[in-house]
């Protein structure tokens, strides 16, 4: 019998999130990744390093690939310590990889990761979303909705 899915990703620990792509990108669909690390880079991340504000996803040869994330180097590593930013594969059934290969071929998609965060079991997780680039009129109409709904917020918690 399959678990069921919960409706949102269980996030323990936060590592890196990318805020600007919310900004930037209007959000469709969000996956959950895992990605393939080597120990220092686990433990680096353990310790609250890394980045991925410049990162993106691409798929490349039927696998999901991190490019541009930087996590450093581990402080106590030695001669085995890793490169901050070779690419990182990300870990996704084959059903999710070809959802996501189709969105970026045939809608002009692009994939990026919004966080990388420990889940409840300890495992480095990638919070990855399927998104559209926003255009500045978009940007300015975002925040314009923002900051509406920020101040009907308040004014119903005054008038009660």
Known sequence: MARPKTAEFDKQKTVAENRRARFDYAVDDKFEAGIALTGTEVKSLRSGQGSIAESYAEVRDGAVWLINSNIPEFSHGNRFNHVPTRPRKLLLHE???GRLRA????KGMTMVPLSIY??????????LALA?????????EYVKDRDWKRDKARLMREKG
């Open 95 to 97: 059903r999710e990889i």
């Open 103 to 106: 969105a970026v071929e045939r």
């Open 118 to 127: 420990f889940n409840g079991r300890g495992r480095a997780k990638v919070e």
């Open 132 to 140: 559209k680039g926003r255009q500045a009129q978009d940007k300015r």
